[in-house]
């Protein structure tokens, strides 16, 4: 079902607004248009509506146990938030999560990234994958399963790898921990891939089958290809100014030679990532998020089966 941003901003159902301005600082990605209209238009029907599907979530639950007999704790509800390198997903993750603890019945909203779960540079490295990173093929996707299976089934701590953005590494000894919440929200490049065929023609779980619901974010390619340059230009002066950063080589790159940089990066790796791997996965979505070359969003494809 299509719906316009002007149709879909009456769906929240007058809901009052919880975010403020300290709020959109702290929640906006760079580069991006983030503000006040756009979260109550947007992310508040938004909110609503996982809202509803929460509590009928919550009401299966209670269902299956009365026909088991049993009296089990409702397990989390799982949300998944897929879309390209620099479509702004994290910054959807991020305001979903913090607009979702502010319903009563989901006061534990945790949001975890797939970045945990890549490969070290080291591993990467030795099988020649470091071109290839951000792709299927870069994840431990057997650990990912694992961590979002043992999330899903309630346990009481779950643990994931931390990835620094600054080293562009996992981190040894430091690790993610999430204790039995509410909601979870796993944001990533790949979260709506199906399961891989084995060899023997079968096929094994896929993380979206972990989800209760799940979020592409979705835009032109051209736009996120612009929206990638723009990022990679002011993080030249920004956070590749560290010495510490694995991009420092680029922090002394002239405008055009940091432009070239970018556009040759996002046309040997992302944009062929986005192509091969990221769009196909878009139809597996349950709501898509469409955005202009603004960053505002604009239409949403909602599944109604």
Do not use: C
Request: proline share 4%; charged share 25%; aromatic share 8%.
């Amino acid at each position: 079902m299509e719906l316009d941003r002007q149709t879909w901003a009456r769906l929240s159902n007058e809901i009052t607004q919880p975010l403020d301005e300290g709020d959109l600082i702290r929640l906006s990605g760079l580069g991006e248009k983030l503000d006040l209209k756009e979260i109550k238009d947007v992310y508040l029907p938004l909110s609503r509506l996982l809202n509803l599907y929460v509590q009928a979530a919550g009401q299966l639950h209670q269902a299956t146990n009365t026909f088991l007999g049993e009296s089990t704790r409702r397990t989390p509800f799982v949300i998944g938030v897929a879309g390209s390198v620099a479509v702004g997903k994290s910054t959807t993750a991020r305001v979903l999560q913090e607009m979702l603890r502010r319903w009563p019945d989901t006061p534990n909203v945790e949001l975890v990234t797939t970045d945990g779960f890549l490969h070290s540079n080291e591993v990467l490295e030795r099988r020649g994958l470091m071109h290839r990173k951000g792709f299927p093929e870069a994840y431990d996707r057997r650990a990912l399963l694992r961590f979002v299976s043992a999330v899903k089934s309630g346990a009481e701590e779950v643990r994931a790898p931390w990835y620094s953005h600054l080293t562009y590494d996992i981190v040894p000894g430091k690790e993610v921990v999430v204790h039995r919440p509410d909601v979870l929200i796993v944001e990533g490049l790949n979260v709506l891939a199906p399961a891989q065929v084995r060899s023997d023609g079968t096929a094994g779980l896929a993380l979206s089958d972990f989800f209760d619901f799940s979020v592409y974010v979705d835009a032109q390619t051209q736009a996120i290809e612009n929206w990638y340059v723009k990022r990679f230009m002011k993080l030249r002066s920004g956070a590749f100014a560290d010495p510490a950063s694995y991009f420092h080589r680029y922090s002394s790159l002239s405008d055009d030679e940091a432009r070239e940089t970018a556009l040759g990066i996002w046309r040997r790796i992302n944009e062929p990532n986005l192509r091969e791997n990221v769009l196909p996965t878009r139809g597996r979505a349950q709501l898509v998020l469409t955005k202009d070359s603004d960053h505002s969003i604009r239409r949403m494809l909602l599944r109604k089966i």
